[in-house]
């Protein structure tokens, strides 16, 4: 299994879609800080500007650790659209390329195939949500310096600087969590047609459709809600509160966590009955 995952890496890496999402982060990544260089003092003070005339604050509010929250929480809606790039690329490739019937003579099982497929994008996944961490968080440490994590939500909460680094670490490894859903329903939809650009779309549509009926105000779509695999991808922001709901983000986990396995279960199977000659 080893082998074959690090022959489809390599297979991945050779293509220049692999690293559209490593180039796209890295570039929005750098204009925020950029942008946040220069203007950073004044977003802050427009953030707190109901709350300057009532409390002083002391320290560096504005850091390192401030920025990669900001960049996290923007870059993020817009990730997934990097993951099925690839993950809607790795078996309609194959049908594309016409190289199915080649792949599928080799003396190794479907399953060890699909299994190793399905593995490289977990993997790709991971590195990308790697590179945001190291660029947004690493980098804009480099640049702005520590503090304490000034975080704005329903009220005004502020983390010491000795209460962060976990926080944000959980936070990424959530994301990546999240992200590999995302690839398995791309992987699932690249299972069904012979061409890459329709689980890219699939995908993003079934993405987008969730988002709109969650934001219906209307009680069965209320009652559903908590059934959508997109209404757990943003727990990660729990770990940001100053009270952890390790419950709620636990049962998000298993909820992703079923769904990845649901899907990697059907797509095997579909994957294991395919017609080599079609």
Do not use: C
């Amino acid at each position: 299994m080893i082998t074959l995952t690090w022959i489809e890496l390599q297979k991945m890496f050779k293509k220049w879609r692999t690293y559209i999402g490593f180039i796209a982060i890295g570039v929005l990544t750098l204009i925020v800080q950029v942008a946040l260089y220069y203007t950073g003092e004044k977003y802050l003070k427009f953030e707190m500007r109901s709350l300057s005339d009532s409390f002083i604050f002391t320290g560096k509010l504005f850091n390192g650790y401030l920025v990669a929250n900001l960049v996290l929480q923007g870059l993020f809606v817009h990730i997934p659209f990097l993951i099925v790039l690839v993950g809607g690329d790795l078996l309609a490739g194959e049908a594309t390329a016409g190289t199915y019937r080649m792949l599928l003579t080799r003396p190794v099982s479907r399953l060890k195939v699909i299994s190793a497929k399905f593995f490289a994008g977990i993997i790709y996944t991971s590195l990308l949500l790697f590179w945001l961490a190291l660029i947004s968080l690493g980098g804009s440490l480099l640049i702005f310096g520590g503090g304490e994590l000034l975080v704005m939500k329903s009220k005004l909460i502020i983390f010491a600087s000795n209460d962060i680094l976990w926080r944000f670490a959980y936070a990424y490894a959530y994301a990546s969590l999240s992200m590999a859903t995302v690839m398995a329903y791309s992987f699932f939809f690249s299972s069904l047609v012979e061409n890459a650009i329709g689980p890219i779309v699939a995908t993003m549509a079934l993405i987008i459709i969730l988002l709109i009926l969650s934001a219906i105000p209307v009680e069965f779509l209320q009652n559903l809600q908590p059934y959508f695999f997109t209404s757990h991808m943003i727990k990660w922001n729990g770990f940001f509160d100053d009270v952890v709901n390790y419950k709620d983000i636990f049962n998000s986990v298993w909820i992703l966590l079923a769904n990845i396995a649901g899907l990697f279960a059907i797509t095997s199977a579909i994957f294991i009955k395919k017609d080599i000659l079609s």
